[in-house]
Every structure is written in structure tokens, then in C-alpha cells.
């Protein structure tokens, strides 16, 4: 790929996830990583004097290892679906450019990915077409076309995930989506993470000011606020970055009260409905 080319799709969106790629990248390299991407690797040594404009880009430790943990996790949800359903069907709902398919493929999975068309335009052309069991779906989340599409196997097992996507829906279109795959994929399991409103509202504000990023507009303070949107919905567990000891959080760990309080963001793991008997 050109320098022409990756300059010219590299601004906006783009950006934001090539940054992503870079940072998963550079946590691969770590002795002490937290998430191996040898995607993410291989494509930033390939164009190395592209991605390196991001190496002046201050990151605050911190919120770098609470992104990447909070991919890990997702990641070991992806894992535990599969081991319980080998030959799954699972959708990742605002893949971006990551490479969850890679590394968490059990080689039964059906695995869609599931983005805005430029971003699935991206994913061709920095990440690779689709193929075999693998396949790229490019709409909104809120289009039924990809709805459609893996409608086709609703026999089989699915799973959900959305990463960083719910937040910037609003509470109508987010309650509308889940309670869609409730009825139309009885007994699938839906893993998404969820701020805080005090967090959505913070982060707001700090957007306002510094004229960077897209404002978001959902949150919830607890996953059973979820669960009273309609008869079966269960949350089956929910996970903070705090709930575990992690090295690399150590010197942070006085604000557990504080994080407790404020619930900056959290994974919350779903049954929707019940599987029909066959």
C-alpha cells in the first residue's frame, strides 16, 4: 500500500483506528503483554514509516492498559462462548480494525464482522478480504441487512459482541437492538460494554472543550436496568477493570472506592430470551 493512499484514508475515523492498531501492536511487543495481535504486528512493520507519526501521540498509561484490558476480556468472553459452542455464530458489532477473529478462532466458529462500510473499506484493505468462515459485513449496526444475513444461520449458537459502540448510540436505538435480537435469536448471549451516565456526561464535557472525538449518549449505572427492558433478559455477569489485581493497575488501585462510585465503564454479559427446544 502507498503512502498516497494510507494518507489520504488515514483522517477522521480512520485515524482513530489506526491509532488502535498501532497501540495493539506495540502492546504485542511487551514482555509483560496483555493481548497478542501478531496482525497488528506484521502490518506495522510492514509500513512502519506510516504508523510512525503515532509515536509522538501522548497516551496516559492508565486508560492505555484499561483499553487494552478491557479487549482482553472481551476476547476471553469470545473464548468461553466457543468452548461451550464450538460451532457458533458470533457477530462483532463495531470491529474496526481489530483482529479478534485471529485470535480467539477455535476453527468451527462462523465469525462476522460488523462495521460502517468505510470502515469495512479499511479492514479490506489494511486487514485482509473475507473468506471461508470468515466474513465482513459493512452497514450500521441499526440496518437490518446484517440481520438478514446471519439470519441464515439461526439453527446455530450466537453471541454478540460490541466493543465501544453502545455509548454512542442513543437509549432508544440501543433498548430497539437488543430487544431485536432477543426475538429474532432466542437463547443468544450478548456481551457489550456500558459507562456510567456520570462518566458519558464527564467525558462529554471534556470533548466540548477540546473539540476532539464523538460525543456519546448512552449509559447505565447497573446491567439490571437492562434487564427490566423486557421478560427475558438476564444478566449473567459483569466485569470492571478493578475487579481482578493487575500489575500494570497497581499503582492505581487506591481509586477502587472511587471507580466504584463512578462505574467509568464496565462489560456486561447477557442471555436474550430462551433457545426454542429442538
Not at 504486528?41 to 484499561?66: C, H, K, W
Request: hydrophobic share 40%; glycine share 6%.
Amino acid at each position: 500500500m502507498s503512502a498516497e493512499t494510507v494518507n489520504r484514508d488515514s483522517s477522521g475515523v480512520a485515524e482513530t483506528l489506526l491509532l488502535t492498531l498501532y497501540s495493539w501492536a506495540m502492546e504485542s511487543h511487551r514482555p509483560d503483554a496483555l493481548i497478542k495481535d501478531e496482525k497488528a504486528v506484521g502490518l506495522v512493520a510492514q509500513m512502519s514509516d506510516e504508523f510512525a507519526r503515532f509515536e509522538q501521540i501522548p497516551q496516559s498509561e492508565a486508560n492505555y492498559t484499561v483499553r487494552i484490558l478491557f479487549s482482553r476480556e472481551m476476547d476471553r468472553y469470545a473464548r468461553d462462548f466457543l468452548a461451550r459452542h464450538p460451532e457458533a455464530i458470533v457477530v462483532h458489532i463495531g470491529c474496526g480494525l481489530d483482529s479478534r477473529f485471529e485470535r480467539v478462532d477455535n476453527g468451527r466458529v462462523e465469525w462476522y464482522d460488523l462495521d460502517l462500510p468505510e470502515v469495512i473499506e479499511l479492514r479490506r484493505r489494511f486487514i485482509g478480504d473475507e473468506g471461508g468462515r470468515y466474513h465482513l459485513l459493512g452497514c450500521s449496526v441499526l440496518d437490518n441487512a446484517w440481520l438478514e444475513a446471519v439470519s441464515v444461520h439461526c439453527q446455530r449458537p450466537f453471541l454478540f459482541l460490541a466493543e465501544a459502540v453502545f455509548v454512542y448510540l442513543e437509549g432508544t436505538q440501543v433498548k430497539s437492538l437488543v430487544l431485536t435480537l432477543r426475538d429474532r435469536f432466542p437463547g443468544s448471549e450478548l456481551v457489550c460494554d456500558a459507562s456510567s451516565p456520570l462518566h458519558v456526561w464527564v467525558g462529554n464535557r471534556q470533548i466540548s472543550r477540546s473539540k476532539l472525538g464523538a460525543r456519546a449518549h448512552w449509559g447505565i449505572w447497573h446491567g439490571q436496568e437492562i434487564e427490566r427492558w423486557a421478560d427475558g433478559i438476564h444478566l449473567l455477569d459483569e466485569w470492571g477493570f478493578f475487579d481482578r489485581p493487575e500489575p500494570r493497575l497497581a499503582y492505581i488501585r487506591w481509586m477502587c472506592p472511587l471507580e466504584a462510585a463512578i462505574r467509568t465503564a464496565r462489560i456486561y454479559h447477557f442471555q436474550l430470551g430462551k433457545a426454542a427446544e429442538v
